[in-house]
């Protein structure tokens, strides 16, 4: 074990044990991180879900995604800030949590849904001050329920719930200007690029701006690069990730990858963030699981894209041949313990590619 590792036995057993759970690390724990292992970039929550889930099996009394449990474990992979939901903490937990992260020199995001309701204003507004008081820097969050080319059967359904989608964010305008919290709404396989940038240019609040993931948008058959070029003046937050691709019969697989192993520009992605932004942070986002099925070629996929040319198609297909992986992994496949090793070794591959490669 080396030093980035260090931790007592009984934690590195639960560590690398794969179903064991592990107790909340402390600080003099992981004061061990070293500053080589350190990287600016953060970690979101669904990063590491299948080890939550292996924890919690063993002990359904710890929450890895607890927000302290959270910031402490990404400490110890050497991860520089947190996305996090934070719920509502009380004043004495925002400042044990703020000044937790001061110490570590890490950042914290939060992740929230919005209003859907003048009812549900008051939730929403007591977890923009628990963010606010933690220090954190935007709230992620997303305003349309999964993906859209499943989740919707017909246009008028679609457009029903992008409504409903923009009526929240409308609600959320005041009470996000009143305290001063960012809220990053994550471009998640819903709105296509020019229906989310006309959104942000209605609500016209500095306020309300973008979580630009750099790989979601493929799915919706747009350019990744075109994607980040154009979120980029709006964002608030970045979820980093690379993807893979493979042809299948109805359309193309869509896979998760360790950062530098799929086809995407990362390191123009991030100059670009970077330019528009230079204050922003980049937190990674890479779900260990099988890969997405994206049926383009089936007519499930397309009652909700009356604009999309067959130019955009073929260019996406064009991009799946020219990059298809050899071999995409299928995490199922593997033992409960190996899903959890696997899942930790991809997430300490990407910290180590953003500190060594993007500079991250």
Known sequence: MNE???????????????????????ASVLADTTEKSKTSLGLVIYTLGIRRRSMKATDPQHDLFEPFSFLDYCHSLGAGGVQVPLGVLDPQQCERLRNRAE???????????????????????????????????AIRTVILPGRRYERFKSLEEYWKFAER?????????????????????????????????????????????ACVDTGNSFALLEDPIAVVEALAPFAFSVHLKDQAVQEYEDGFLFADVALGDGFLDLKRMVDILRRAKPEIRFSLETITRDPLRVPCLSDSYWPTFPTVTAKELAYALRIVRENAAEELHRVS????????????????????YARSTLGL
Do not use: W
């Open 165 to 209: 989608g923009r009526q929240a964010l409308e609600r959320a305008a005041p009470i996000v200007e009143k305290h001063k919290v960012r809220l990053a709404v994550e471009n998640h396989k819903d709105q296509r690029l020019d229906e989310r940038v006309a959104l942000f240019r209605h609500l016209d609040c500095p306020y309300i701006g």
């Open 103 to 137: 110490a570590f020199g890490m950042f914290i995001e939060g992740a929230a849904g919005p209003p859907h309701s003048d009812a549900d204003a008051e939730r929403f507004e007591a977890a923009v001050r628990t963010a606010r008081d933690v220090g954190a820097r």
């Open 333 to 352: 496949s593997l033992t409960p313990d190996g899903q959890v090793e696997y899942e930790l070794a991809t997430v300490r591959r990407c910290v180590e």
């Open 4 to 26: 980035t590792d260090k931790v007592n036995r009984r934690d590195a057993i639960r560590m690398f044990g794969g179903a064991a759970s592990m107790s909340v690390l402390g």
